[in-house]
């Protein structure tokens, strides 16, 4: 059984940045893509980015383009969300999930396990 654990959420100021990250446990990382997904309150959780298993390929929501990165170190077992230029729009629960795809993927439907998730609010 595979676990995640986020970390690195917290609140920051508009404009501000924050990396965070997500520790796996319990299975072959390299066989997983990962993904990063948030929910906002009364919201549906909603796609952030995602990688792919060697990390060469990434697919991004388009809302964070040119803001978020994503990136995963396999000798770590950890993936990464670079998060920059913050606004409040932001503000949201952020999950970390892998799937059993290779490639990445941007649906929720298609990953496998779920991490429980980190606060980040975006806020003056």
């Known amino acids: 059984q595979v676990q995640l654990v986020e970390s690195g959420g917290r609140l920051v100021h508009p404009g501000g940045s924050l990396r965070l990250s997500c520790a796996a446990s319990?299975?072959?990382?390299?066989?997983?893509?990962m993904g990063w997904f948030c929910q906002a309150p009364g919201k549906e959780r909603e796609f952030v980015a995602a990688?792919?298993?060697?990390?060469?390929?990434?697919t991004y929501t388009d809302s964070v383009k040119g803001r978020f990165t994503i990136s995963r170190d396999n000798a770590k077992n950890t993936v990464y969300l670079q998060m920059n230029s913050l606004k409040p729009g932001d503000t949201a629960i952020y999950y970390c999930?892998?799937?059993?795809?290779?490639?990445?993927?941007?649906?929720?439907?298609?990953?496998?396990?779920w991490g429980q998730g980190t606060q980040v609010t975006v806020s003056s």
């Open positions: 319990g299975g072959h990382f390299r066989e997983f893509s």
């Open positions: 999930a892998a799937s059993n795809w290779l490639s990445e993927r941007r649906i929720a439907s298609e990953y496998a396990y």
């Open positions: 990688i792919n298993w060697i990390g060469d390929s990434t």
